[in-house]
């Protein structure tokens, strides 16, 4: 546990009482982790999962997507469509792509959902969201790279479901360049808030830092207060960050 990820943690639980909360930011040019509390703990991935979607669509098709998908893929990211996602899952056989992405990416504690309908419910934890973005950033072919990286740098302030999407990470690291991947899900047992993504702090150090910051907030709390939470944690990396 760093000192800054435990300040982060109070500032979250400090704005929403009884959160739990995960959180692994890595300096990727050395390895070296930022900020680091719980990272080893799952967490419900909610639409961050929309990543291995990608990934195992792109993956099936040799790294060269037809237009049809790469329109899909970018769209499911930069506005978190989940009807996409309900496509691109069935079509990929549901948990299935969970297995092989777990395999193919060497991921240590990503579990594919109890109830194969719901994605959203696979479980992960943050440093292996950080190993998703290393894997993007390192591991397949640079379009296949570029259009990830590209569709989540564009992401849209209000999702596709009407949600604002900007809370932790892009309203956070003001002066920063993002490509952010966000999730969230309302169960009956919890909410579900997190933000990941990579962060440049500046031109000359392209995206950088991973950052990872998944949440279990109480049932019923509003998505304002829990992506506000999640900022007031995240605004603790800025000084960090650059």
Do not use: C
């Not at 309203?171 to 990941?196: I, R």
């Amino acid at each position: 546990m760093t000192a800054i990820a435990q300040q982060m943690q109070t500032a979250i639980q400090a704005a929403s009482p009884g959160t739990s909360v995960g959180i692994d930011v890595v300096d990727t040019t050395t390895g070296a982790a930022i900020a680091s509390l719980n990272a080893d703990e799952q967490f419900y991935t909610a639409s961050v999962v929309k990543l291995l979607i990608a990934l195992d669509a792109l993956k099936t098709q040799n790294w060269q997507p037809d237009p049809d998908t790469m329109t899909q893929i970018t769209r499911m990211l930069a506005t978190s469509d989940d009807d996409i996602a309900d496509e691109m899952w069935d079509n990929g056989g549901n948990n299935a792509i969970i297995d092989r992405m777990v395999a193919a990416i060497g991921l240590s504690a990503t579990t594919a959902p109890d109830d194969t309908a719901q994605w959203g419910e696979t479980l992960t934890t943050p440093r292996d969201v950080v190993s998703v973005f290393h894997y993007i950033t390192t591991a397949i072919p640079a379009p296949a790279r570029d259009l990830i990286v590209g569709a989540l740098h564009n992401a849209s302030e209000t999702a596709a479901d009407g949600t604002d999407q900007y809370f932790g990470i892009p309203d956070a690291l003001t002066g920063a360049t993002w490509a952010v991947k966000q999730g969230w899900m309302d169960l009956d047992s919890s909410t579900t808030l997190d933000t990941t993504g990579l962060v440049s702090p500046s031109p000359d150090q392209p995206y950088r830092y991973a950052v990872a910051v998944l949440s279990t907030q109480p049932a019923g709390t509003s998505w304002s207060v829990a992506g506000a939470a999640l900022t007031a944690g995240v605004t603790l990396l800025h000084a960090t960050l650059k």
